[in-house]
């Protein structure tokens, strides 16, 4: 079972930036697009960012232009770029396959507080 850490969150002021990192256990990470989500209380969890093995990317509206995906497949590793962040970005961060995909388990998620 492909094990997922996320980190790199924290506290930041509206307007700061944040780059998180999402770190899978398995070479098999190289061979399957990535997406970021987000989970904010009281609130389902919802698609940020994807990237394909080949490097596309596609983002949820409310991020475009704001955030940026990419990834290390030497490094198992997918990044999310976060800019200009605001307070209704703040949600627990998680990675995983995109929708649709037979999910690998859920790491523990990595924690943006924006404060306004």
């Known amino acids: 079972q492909v094990q997922l850490v996320e980190s790199g969150g924290g506290l930041v002021q509206a307007g700061g930036s944040l780059r998180l990192s999402c770190t899978a256990s398995?070479?098999?990470?190289?061979?399957?697009?990535m997406t970021w989500y987000r989970q904010a209380p009281g609130k389902q969890r919802e698609l940020v960012a994807t990237?394909?093995?080949?490097?596309?990317?596609m983002y949820a509206d409310s991020v475009k232009g704001r955030f940026t995906i990419s990834r290390d497949n030497a490094k198992n590793t997918v990044y999310l770029q976060m800019n200009s962040l605001q307070p209704e970005d703040t949600a627990v961060y998680y990675c995983?396959?995109?929708?649709?995909?037979?999910?690998?388990?859920w790491g523990q998620g990595t924690q943006v507080t924006v404060s306004s």
């Open positions: 990237i394909a093995t080949g490097g596309s990317t």
């Open positions: 398995a070479t098999i990470f190289s061979f399957n697009a």
């Open positions: 995983n396959k995109p929708p649709g995909a037979y999910y690998w388990a």
